[in-house]
């Protein structure tokens, strides 16, 4: 086994293919398979599974990626402390739900912890695909809330795939609607204040379930009902149409301005957001940088 067998690995499961990989590695398709090939055999495990739509990681090699990754790391910093090498491009990946508090703290990260290079990359996603790309590693982190609606079934779904939930906060529900809106200034709203608002949802595709909702109450049938798939588009409406969205309450001004405020809203649930992670690998530095970026970001604007 050689690092740079480890580095291959690592690559192939960046790109989620080993076409692309070869091609960012500057080395034939035959050639990597060859290599990864005879990595699995002196390991005596399938690092992937290989089907006709592409590879995905098994769970020896999800295990193996969490150990390789931290190799890698350490061989880098043994490099740069005797041989004075230039550091590494930095990797890390995050797949989330519509949250710009999870947009903030990728900024934060990038501002203090970047180097002169990088590849980070951020998803805002629908919720099966969260679990999928964590499932695969193609991110390493994943946010998304529960309820006691979801909760039975997202937590069985995560354990089946090998992943671990861990809870950031819990907060009471709350709406977002235009600065402009006869709604925001109140202390409070229930559902029946909302009966005739646009009701504004992320849409999750053909895992179009009520548990892969963003959105809580997404049972309760509405007369009107808009479905987007970007958060941009969703506050442009917001504020046009008179809107409304069901969230957490933590809104960034410095990503959403003045225009957009939180009302709470009057109903007896509670949204636990948190990230998970597969239980098989361990979180690189970048990964444990974001998640305490991600702390501080939510207490700042959870304070009162």
């Not at 500057?26 to 290989?50: C, N, T, V, W």
């Not at 931290?70 to 890390?92: D, G, I, K």
């Not at 917001?238 to 990503?255: P, Q, V």
Request: with cysteine; hydrophobic share 40%.
């Amino acid at each position: 086994m050689t690092l740079q067998q480890l580095k291959y690995v690592i690559e192939i499961v960046l790109c989620g293919s080993i076409n692309e990989a070869a091609r960012r590695l500057y080395m034939s398709q035959p050639s990597l398979s060859k290599a990864l090939k005879e990595l699995e055999k002196e390991l005596g495990i399938d690092i992937f599974h290989r089907t006709s739509k592409g590879i995905t990681l098994s769970s020896d090699g999800a295990e193996f990626l969490g150990y390789a990754r931290q190799v890698v790391e350490q061989a880098e910093l043994l490099e740069r402390r005797y041989f004075n090498a230039a550091p590494s491009q930095q990797l890390f990946s995050v797949s989330t739900q519509h949250y710009a508090f999870a947009v903030n703290a990728f900024v934060e990260m990038i501002k203090k912890h970047g180097a002169l290079e990088y590849q980070f990359t951020l998803r805002e996603t629908r919720t099966y695909e969260i679990i999928d790309d964590v499932k695969n590693l193609r991110s390493e982190i994943g946010i998304l809330y529960i309820s006691s609606f979801n909760e039975k079934v997202m937590m069985q779904m995560m354990k089946e795939e090998g992943l671990e939930f861990h809870s950031l906060f819990e907060a009471k529900p709350h709406i977002f609607v235009s600065a402009q809106n006869p709604l925001a200034s109140e202390s409070s709203v229930t559902l029946q204040d909302l009966e005739d608002c646009p009701r504004l949802s992320f849409e999750q595709g053909e895992f179009n379930s009520f548990y892969y909702s963003e959105e809580i109450f997404s049972t309760i049938p509405h007369k009107k009902s808009i479905h987007v798939s970007d958060r941009a588009t969703l506050f442009n409406l917001l504020i046009g149409l008179n809107g409304y969205t069901i969230s957490t309450g933590i809104l960034s001004a410095d990503l959403n301005g003045s225009d957009i405020v939180s009302v709470p809203l009057d109903e007896d649930e509670t949204i636990s957001v948190g990230w998970i992670v597969h239980k098989k690998t361990r979180l690189s530095r970048m990964a444990n940088i974001y998640l305490e970026e991600l702390k501080q970001i939510i207490d700042y604007y959870a304070a009162p």
